[in-house]
């Protein structure tokens, strides 16, 4: 399909998408819920909840709580897990002419590699985005992410089973996020995503109890958007793969930010719980500002920061 | 489920901090059933950010109506919200209560703002089983917090009031007037919504008696749409989500133990 105006369509490594607008993982389940508000067939890519082996139950409530211009959650990656995302799940998207990106997440290297095997088989997944912001069960619980060997070592095991693209969704929370995005580079990652929400806690005083039965939980939304913007900025400087922001996109300046910053795409997280339809009007405010800039296609100002 | 920008038609503070909020949501009125829910964006910026679930008051007519209760920012900026504005709706969200013939008495518990699916419930219960007795048990901590009485009396409601401080209807709670007043030979059901420790006191009253209960739970919302997980409450057979499983769960489904 044509469309007169500017082109939205971008790559992600050998990946086409038709605009740069992906849901971000955990806040577009698996796409069936949305369909109510948004033709799925609009969005640049659906990222789905992240899947593990097994099913998990998730954390103690109270799982969320509202901070200043975003939220904390802990919901434990409570997940259908690999069989019944398979079996239930990916069969209602693979209706739909749009990317399926699987988000997994593992406790040890080896789940994984079961993961990236079994959904690179399945058909219709057409890429998959590690989370490393799991604790990682042979270092004692520390997140993969925060450690540029454990990294490597993830993605380069996980390289062999995946048939399709892999994306390695990074942690904000490192002292050098480019040593990070560079093991994983160098591991053959084919794009990464910057980032995962920020660890974060939130007290009730009167009660003088921890806000979530969690006690801890990662930030997300717009609070965190400036902070995710310099991170992509600094990622999409220094590495040679497509870099993916991620944090507080809730409107096209918030996605232009991204792109301008150095971003191919960004993926939209809290936002859809604000308004089911912000993915698709991002969209139209892209193209709208695109036209207004007389620039042709969306690619063009990818990294056009201008520092002088 | 829809999502709109309603307009609001007026918005009516009721005392004790509730406010009455009627909107034009033609779509959302005609669908929504008692114990259904919306979830309501109070302001255009991003503070407060997640929109705040409320219950359905009433609906007919094109419209819908909110009875709320300001508890923090969410509900406070609503609050200044007036006529003309137009304010982000979602819904009719969740499930409703299950009304349905044989139905010979129905005692609506409330505690505080638990009463505000209650109008709704008792305009259906009329409609649905017209020859039902209707009585309202509705305890607040002050006669001022027993809000839209009036409101029950048009629909010929019985009313049962129950205030912490005496000064309005029975001193004491609520759960202590629904106990021995029921009559468990005929058709009776329950219907509650309000604090946890209402919802879990009403158990025992309810199994007593054998009466079948339907209780409205609160849990903090996201999404409101089943997508985020968060809503969860221990049940005995593990987590369910609020927005998606209930709100409406039957009083023996929660896990009252793990409750504080
Ligand atoms: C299905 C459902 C229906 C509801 N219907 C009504 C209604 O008809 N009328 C009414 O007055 N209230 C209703 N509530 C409660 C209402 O959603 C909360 O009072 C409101 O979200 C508080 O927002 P706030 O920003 O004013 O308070 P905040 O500043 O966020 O918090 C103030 C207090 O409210 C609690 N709270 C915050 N968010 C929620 C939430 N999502 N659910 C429950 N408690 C919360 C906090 O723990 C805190 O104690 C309903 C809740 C649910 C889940
Ligand atoms: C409720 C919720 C659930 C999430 N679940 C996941 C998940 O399963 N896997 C993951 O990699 N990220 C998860 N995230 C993180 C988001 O995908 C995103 O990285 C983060 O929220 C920042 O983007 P935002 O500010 O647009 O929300 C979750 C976020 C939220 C708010
Ligand atoms: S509020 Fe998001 S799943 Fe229930």
Redo the contacts between chains.
């Keep these: 399909m044509t469309t007169p105006g500017p082109l939205l369509e971008t790559r992600i490594g050998d990946l086409v998408l038709k605009n740069p607008v992906m849901t971000a993982s955990?806040?577009?389940?698996y796409g069936a819920?949305?369909a109510?508000?948004v033709d799925l067939n609009d969005l640049g890519a659906v990222v789905v909840?992240g899947i593990s082996l097994e099913p998990r139950?998730?954390n103690?409530?109270?799982?969320?709580?509202?901070t200043?211009?975003?939220?904390v959650?802990a919901?434990g990656l409570?997940n259908v897990g690999l069989e019944r995302f398979l079996a239930d799940k990916l069969p209602y998207l693979r209706r739909f002419d749009v990317p399926v990106v699987v988000n997994v997440l593992g406790r040890q290297v080896d789940d994984y590699v079961r993961l990236a095997g079994a959904l690179s088989e399945a058909g219709g997944v057409s890429a998959i985005e590690l989370n490393v912001s799991c604790p990682n069960v042979k270092s004692g619980g520390q997140t993969f992410g925060v450690d540029p060997e454990a990294v490597n070592a993830l993605v380069a095991a996980v390289r062999p089973a995946a048939s399709i693209p892999l994306w390695v969704k990074l942690t904000p929370l490192v002292t050098d996020i480019v040593i990070i995005g560079r093991a994983a580079q160098e591991a053959g990652a084919d794009a990464v995503c910057v980032g995962n929400t920020f660890p974060a806690m939130a007290i009730d005083v009167h009660r003088r109890k921890p806000k979530l039965g969690n006690v801890v939980g990662g930030l997300s939304?717009?609070a965190i958007r400036p902070i995710m913007v310099r991170l992509c900025w600094l990622l999409a400087r220094s590495l040679d793969i497509p870099v993916i922001g991620i944090g507080g996109v809730?409107c096209a300046d918030d996605a232009l930010e991204y792109l301008l910053a150095g971003a191919r795409a960004v993926q939209v997280g809290?936002a859809?719980?604000?308004?089911?339809?912000t993915t698709v009007s991002i969209v139209e405010g892209l193209r709208k500002y695109l036209a207004e800039q007389g620039v042709g296609r969306v690619d063009e100002i990818v990294g056009q920061l201008r520092l002088e | 489920?829809?999502?709109l920008e309603a307009n609001i038609i007026r918005q009516t503070p009721c005392g004790a901090g509730f406010y009455l909020l009627e909107l034009e949501a033609p779509d959302v009125s005609s669908r929504a059933a008692p114990g259904q829910f919306v979830m309501v964006?109070v302001g255009d910026d991003?503070?407060?950010?997640?929109?705040r679930p409320l219950s359905v008051h009433d609906a007919g007519d094109g419209r819908i109506r909110l009875l709320y209760r300001v508890v923090g920012k969410?509900t406070g900026r609503l609050s200044r919200r007036g006529e003309g504005e137009r304010v982000?709706l979602?819904g009719p969200l969740g499930n409703g209560f299950e009304v349905r013939p044989p139905l010979d008495t129905a005692a609506l518990v409330a505690g505080g703002r638990g009463v505000a699916p209650m109008l709704f419930l008792a305009r259906r219960i009329r409609r649905e089983c017209p020859s039902a007795r209707l009585i309202l048990f509705f305890g607040a901590r002050t006669g001022e917090e027993l809000v839209r009485l009036e409101a029950f009396e048009n629909l010929n409601v019985e009313m049962r009031l129950a205030t912490e401080d005496g000064s309005k209807g029975t001193k004491g709670l609520v759960t202590q007037l629904v106990r021995g007043s029921l009559l468990s030979d005929a058709e009776v059901r329950i219907y509650a919504c309000g604090p946890m420790p209402m919802l879990k006191a009403l158990g025992p009253v309810a199994a007593e008696q054998s009466i079948p209960a339907q209780v409205s739970l609160e849990?903090?919302?996201?999404?409101g749409?089943?997508?985020?997980?968060?809503?969860?409450?221990?049940t005995k057979n593990?987590?369910a989500h609020v927005c998606q499983d209930g709100p409406v769960f039957p009083l023996d489904a929660p896990d009252w133990e793990v409750r504080t």
């Design positions: 955990g806040t577009f389940a819920e949305f109510p508000y909840k139950q998730g103690p409530p109270p799982r969320t709580a509202e200043p211009c975003g939220m959650n919901i409570e939304g717009p809730m809290t859809n719980f604000v308004d089911p339809r | 489920m829809f999502s964006r991003y503070d407060p950010l997640l929109r969410g982000g979602l849990a903090h919302m996201s999404c749409l089943g997508v985020c997980r968060g809503c969860v409450v221990k593990g987590y």
